[in-house]
Each structure stands twice: as C-alpha cells, then as structure tokens.
RNA sequence: GGUCGCGUAGCCGAGUGGCUAGGCACAGCUCUGCAAAAGCUGCUACAGCGGUUCGAAUCCGCUCGCGACCUCCA
C-alpha cells in the first residue's frame, strides 16, 4: 500500500505528506471575495480542495480545514485608485457594503452545497479580524519590515530579499520586480515597486473603515489570510492551497508576511490548482468571459447549449487531474453528463445487486483482474490526487457490473469477499472521497406508484401483443422525461431525465 | 520583454522510457416485438525537426503554435 505524496509548489516537485503532528491535518484554502457571484472557474479550487481534505479524512486524518472569506475587498495595493472593491459595487447597487457581502456569500454557500462540497470546519471573515491583522502589522513594523507613509503601511520587500528567499514560490526574481516599467498612482508612496500595502489609509468617502494605530483605513489584502491561518492552524501548518494565479503576489507575499512576523515560513506544502479557460482564455473577469454558477445551473447564458447539473460539473472537473488547464465546453460538459450518469447507474446496480455466496471465485482471472482495479484506486490518490485515474478505474468496473446483472457475467464469478469489496470501495471513492451525488433527486412514493400503474397496463399490453399501446405509453412517457426499458428478465424499470 | 507551463486519435482527457488509460462520439454484432439500456468488437494518437538510448508520447536541443503569472483575479 502507497502512502500519500503530493506535488509541493513550493519545492516544484512531488513530496511524501508528513503533517507536523501526527494523525492532525491543517488545511487552508483561499475562498472567495464575496463582491460578486462565483463562477464555473471558481468551481475548481472549491472541488479540488473539498476532495484533497475529504481523502486526508478518508486517510484516518483529523483535518481541520479553513476556508476564509474575503469581505474587506481587496484593491490595488501598487496605488491606482487605492479603493475598496465591495464598498465600489455597493455605491453601485444601492446597497450597504455588508448587505452586498452577505448577498454574495449566501451565493457561494448555495453553489458550495449544490456541488456537494462539505463546509469548512472553519469559515473566517476578513471584517471577523481587523484586529488580528492589526497585530500582526505591528509586529512587522517591530521587526523593521514595514514603514508607515501617511496612514498606510508597506512592506519592505526590497530588505526582506536579502535575508530571506523571496520569490522561491512564484520563480520571481526581485531585481524584475524593481525595475518593472509600470507607472502607477500612489507608487510614490512605496521605498520601492514591490513593496505591498499592509494597512491603506482610507479616503472619507471609503465606507469600510477601522480604525487602526495609524489611522482610519482598511486592511491590505495578503495580511488577512496570514492572520486567519496562522490563528486557527498555528504559525507553520500542513497544506495551504488555492488557485495558480494566487501564487504571486498573494501567497508569495503571505510568506513574506508570516516569516517576519512569526520567524519561520508559515507552510509547509502549497497546493495549487490550475485555471478552467474558455476558448483557450482564462476564465476570469478582466477577461469578460466568465460563467457564473447560477447561469451553468440554469443554461441562462449565450455560450451555454443547456443547464448542467452540479454534479456533471463536478465530474467533468474531476475528470482532469487538478493541475492542469480544463478548457469548457458544451461538448465536454455533455461527454460529462453521459459518462456520470452511466457510471452512477453501474453504481446503483451493484448496491442493489445480491451474491450467490460462494467464497470461490468461478472466474478467477477477472477477480484478480477486479482486486487489482480496486487497489490501484488508493494508489493513484496517493500520487498527487489522481482523481482523472481513479474515474478511468471505475469505468474499467461498470461493465463488471452491468456484465453480472445482464448475465454476460456470471452471478459467481467473483469470490464473495471480492464482491464486497468492490461494493464497498465503490461506494468510498465514488461518493465519499470524489464526492459525487446522484443527479436525480430521490423520487417521491406518489410519482413511483403512479408509474406503477403505468408499468402494469404496459405489461399487460405486451402480453396482448397490443404493441401500440405498449409504444405509446412508453412514448408518452418519454416526451416528459421519464424513460422505461424492458429488461432481460421481462421487469421494467424506468429512469427520470 | 522576464519567469513558468502546455501542445496526445472526431472531441475531452490520463500517462512512472519498453506492456491498448478512460470517457464521449462513430461503426458492426449480441440481446429485444420494436426501442432504450447493457455487453462484445473495431477506430491505436502523441505539434515539427534533430539528438541520447537496444527502445521515447515520456529525457535533451532547436523550431512552430498556445496559455498563465509579472496588475484585482480561483
């Protein structure tokens, strides 16, 4: 049996996974900033991280995952207009700065639960920890990393290079930083270009404001995720992850932060996913090309053939290993929605499926064969998250399973132990660690008693050879979503669209 | 311009130097009153050029094409 390994960005290659105490896991995960609806490319970090921490449970881990939310708005800490990005979109919508943060983080708790994503045991608000943030400035500044220039703070990228390895994260160089051609309001403010706000003062006009050892202002937005994280996981913690593009400047800056203010780097494996592209683009608002998640659900968008359903979104994200690019389409969401919805038939099948009980395997080669898909599962999870591999697997198993209930397969020929083991693992990595649901609601008593009926005149007709009614029925049916087949065994049974 | 990454069959996509990943689509067959579903079979690709090697999609070099970050971004 393989143990975990998982590529470190930090060290640009694939690590064993020891967390600092044993048994315990600390995850944190950037979340959202709650100004504006999540969309399809937000999806993925939410997916990739929910499956890396529900596998870590599945290792026997006590995860404690945190995930922050981001309602402090971030802005443009190289100057420009040193704004606030929520109280802009609330002067907008009319709305009070909290008000549009709540709005927005219901949002993304509809969209996190339809994706079937289980909730952070820690959920922390930027807003929730002014005061934590403020702390950990002022030790900065203690330590001689940080200056004030009036009433917001920076810090010293330039002199934290040269005693500790800033850039090691992103492969950033700081002399490019430095000579960087761009010419940005407010640069004057900073030592130099690199430099990142810790605290900005804020203008009158600003809504969102705290007041602070050096004035009314709002935090900067690296600050929050140091304070929160080395809060609830302690000052070095197991795994922090999050998308690509975070990389620099946030997580390069957030080391940078936590190394002073704590005396040691803050993490000890970074985890990033890789970005979902439309037409070959990144997904992402100065882009204009994003599809919100209310949109992908519902099929309300130009690009957009149809609806799809969370949990064909959530399949077809998984199907590709995390880090690497996902370009959407419609053709590959709906390649999705096929393949998981004959995966998850397999599936109910075998949970309802019975063994004759013999302990022998009568087809020897294919219980080997089956052991074998079985144990590879952990294994490809065990090397970097393999999700893509451990689909591929369960696929290599449908027909097994189909194959028994259409007799191409004989009853016993798996041994009875092996039998349950593939009920048993299917069920782990199909709805325990990959997290998937079926996409039909549990069909109420009425409607399956109704269809009953409906089966039982159709049967009738059969019998008659009345195929007419029989086709029509069945026909009928079909034009509201509901199709039967006749199986082997002269039953019907029906699926719902 | 700097740094990094990618280019795999009709489409999506996994790939640890040697052994058909997988999915979707398509074609044929089995089953079936007909369908659907399911099963079986087929479709065998690695951007181009060179190199290393007994052997390369996988390592190295060059060329072409694409992208990400360098600015808010998952």
Aim: a negative charge; glycine letters at 8%.
């Amino acid at each position: 049996m393989s143990e975990l390994h998982f590529y470190n960005s930090y060290t640009r290659r694939k690590e064993k996974f020891e967390s600092i105490t044993p048994g315990y896991a600390g995850l944190y995960v950037c979340g959202p900033t709650v100004s504006g609806e999540s969309h399809l490319g937000h999806a993925r970090p939410y997916i990739t991280f929910d499956v890396v921490q529900r596998y870590l449970k599945h290792l026997g881990y006590k995860v404690r995952y945190v995930r922050n939310i981001t309602d402090a708005g971030h802005f443009e800490e190289e100057g420009r207009e040193a704004t606030d990005k929520v109280d802009e979109k609330a002067k907008l919508e009319k709305l009070e700065p909290m008000e549009l943060v709540q709005k927005y983080t219901n949002l993304y708790h509809w969209g996190m639960h339809l994706f079937n994503c289980e909730d952070p045991a820690i959920e922390p608000t930027a807003t929730g920890h002014i005061i934590e943030q403020i702390s950990m400035i002022e030790t900065i500044i203690e330590k001689g990393y940080a200056y004030e220039v009036n009433g917001s703070v920076y810090f010293d990228v330039k002199k934290y290079a040269g005693n500790y390895p800033y850039g090691k994260l992103s492969g950033r160089v700081l002399d490019d930083q430095l000579e960087t051609s761009r010419d940005l309001d407010g640069q004057d403010e900073k030592r130099n270009k690199a430099d990142f706000a810790l605290w900005k003062n804020a203008p009158p006009e600003h809504i969102m404001r705290w007041k602070s050892p050096w004035g009314d202002g709002f935090p900067g937005w690296h600050i929050e995720c140091s304070a929160m994280s080395s809060k609830y996981l302690g000052e070095t913690f197991d795994i922090h992850g999050g998308g690509m593009d975070l990389q620099f400047p946030h997580h390069e800056s957030e080391i940078a932060q936590s190394t002073i203010a704590h005396g040691h780097p803050p993490v000890r494996y970074w985890i990033h996913n890789n970005m979902i592209t439309i037409n070959g683009k990144k997904m992402g608002k100065s882009y204009n090309n994003v599809i919100k998640l209310s949109e992908l659900f519902s099929g309300n968008h130009p690009i957009l053939e149809q609806a799809y359903h969370p949990m064909v979104v959530r399949f077809y994200i998984l199907q590709t290993h995390y880090r690497s690019t996902l370009d959407f389409s419609n053709e590959a969401l709906q390649a999705s929605e096929r393949a998981i919805r004959r995966l998850w038939e397999a599936y109910e099948l075998l949970q309802k499926l019975n063994h004759p009980g013999n302990t022998e395997a009568q087809d020897k080669t294919l219980d080997q064969q089956v052991v074998a898909w079985c144990n590879e599962l952990s294994d490809f999870m065990n090397d970097d998250f393999n999700t893509a591999k451990v689909i591929g697997n369960l696929f290599e198993l449908a027909p097994v399973i189909n194959g028994i209930k259409g007799g191409q397969v004989a009853a016993g020929a798996l041994s009875s132990g092996t039998f349950a083991m593939l009920k048993d693992t299917f069920k782990i990595f199909l709805e325990d660690i990959l997290g998937m649901q079926p996409l039909q609601a549990q069909q109420s008593n009425n409607l399956d008693n109704v269809l009953s009926i409906l089966i039982e005149i159709r049967k009738d007709a059969k019998k008659r050879k009345d195929f007419a009614t029989s086709d029509q029925i069945r026909n009928k049916l079909a034009e509201g979503g509901i199709l039967l087949k006749d199986e082997k065994d002269g039953s019907m049974s029906y699926t719902i669209e």
